[in-house]
T-cell receptor, first 114, second 114 residues
Framework: KAGVTQTPRYLIKTRGQQVTLSCSPI?????VSWYQQTPGQGLQFLFE???????NKGNFPGRFSGRQFSNSRSEMNVSTLELGDSALYLC?????????????FGPGTRLTVL | AQSVAQPEDQVNVAEGNPLTVKCTYS??????LFWYVQYPNRGLQFLLK????DNLVKGSYGFEAEFNKSQTSFHLKKPSALVSDSALYFC????????????WGAGTKLIIKP
């Protein structure tokens, strides 16, 4: 089976712009979770989607949003980018809900905000 | 409050020696515990998990973890370290009070010296 894929792998944006990141889960997986990873803050949970519904949400401002499509592919959007949004954004998929099953991670999208 | 702690930011071990990466947790109800590893410039990879049953869990790459209910710990171990084990290790626990969302430790950098 193909693993979790994330596009693009690298992205450079300027402050105030918006960005959309994409994640394709492993075939058959219904849960997609998004994380932000920075050297200072570690791994921070953004949100989880399961069967197109947001199931859990972390403590991030409303500028961070996401959605999941009927084929389980997911996108996350960050509007009005700030310098502090520079991070590695990781997507993970699992067959069942987060916490009940093993998560499989993609390679991440490295976002740099200038 | 539900939490997970990895008390060591970094662990240094000589190649061939046994290694331990510590993790303690605080959750209500039965704990679901996970270990993941992250190699440089990669996403996280699943190592092992404890849900129920035998307290000693065996995982990938020769790693194992011991679930200790009385000490609320789930330490990761390996009998003989390899240089290639050098990576960032994350412990996670399922939050039984918050829709089974995963709570992540801050990560422990493991350095194996030849």
């Amino acid at each position: 089976k193909a693993g979790v894929t994330q596009t693009p792998r690298y992205l450079i944006k300027t402050r105030g712009q918006q960005v959309t990141l994409s994640c394709s889960p492993i075939s058959g997986h219904r849960s997609v979770s998004w994380y932000q990873q920075t050297p200072g803050q570690g791994l921070q949970f953004l949100f989880e989607y399961f069967s197109e519904t947001q199931r859990n949400k972390g403590n991030f401002p409303g500028r961070f949003s996401g959605r999941q499509f009927s084929n389980s592919r997911s996108e996350m959007n960050v509007s009005t980018l700030e310098l502090g949004d520079s991070a590695l954004y990781l997507c993970a998929s699992s067959l069942f809900e987060q916490g009940a099953d093993t998560q499989y991670f993609g390679p991440g999208t490295r976002l740099t905000v200038l | 409050a539900q939490s997970v702690a990895q008390p060591e930011d970094q662990v240094n071990v000589a190649e061939g020696n046994p290694l331990t990466v510590k993790c303690t947790y605080s959750v209500s109800g039965n704990p679901y515990l996970f270990w993941y590893v992250q190699y440089p410039n990669r996403g996280l990879q699943f190592l092992l998990k404890y849900i129920t049953g035998d307290n000693l869990v065996k995982g990938s790459y020769g790693f194992e973890a011991e679930f200790n209910k009385s000490q609320t710990s789930f330490h990761l171990k390996k009998p003989s370290a390899l240089v290639s084990d050098s990576a960032l290790y994350f412990c996670a626990v399922r939050d039984n009070d918050s829709n089974y969302q995963l709570i992540w430790g801050a990560g422990t950098k493991l350095i194996i010296k030849p």
